[in-house]
């Protein structure tokens, strides 16, 4: 199996931890393949994948807790991010005008106008597509949602 070739691997206690070491390493190439199409846009994929959730909330600004709770990568310092965001002119924090306490984070017209371009110039699609039908990517969709419950 392609699996255990490239994991080095002989054998898996089970079909299902294979499933799941198959999902880790997948996740692996495709956040590498992702890094190497964000890279030449001078951010990271956690900057990408803010400035993404902070485009579907435009023109409402959004809070650090709901970038945390909608990024893919739940590890990474939401915060951190968003700063360097605002030092690239990408991103604006400002006080809540209704609660002094909150900061509301909006995308830039500047970091619209790059997700444009990534649009443009980026197809996410390429890393399934030459490998995948549609049906075939529809029906892994609904296996790793059924696999989440």
Known sequence: MQLQKETKTSRFESIYQQAIVNVLFTYGWCNERLKQ???????????????????GQYPAPSTINLLR?????K??????????LVQK???????????KRAVDILI???GLSLLSQIDNEVDLSAMA???L??????????????MRG
């Open 37 to 55: 199409m964000v890279s030449p846009y001078d951010i990271t994929t956690q900057q990408f994948n803010i400035l993404r959730i902070l485009r």
């Open 129 to 131: 597509a030459p490998n």
């Open 133 to 146: 039908t549609a049906e075939e990517a529809e029906q892994l969709n609904d296996l790793l949602d059924k």
């Open 69 to 73: 709770s909608r990024m893919l990568d």
């Open 75 to 84: 590890m990474c310092d939401a915060s951190r991010i968003v700063d360097r």
């Open 108 to 110: 830039t017209k500047k």
């Open 89 to 99: 002119g990408l991103v604006l924090k400002a006080v809540n005008p209704n609660d």
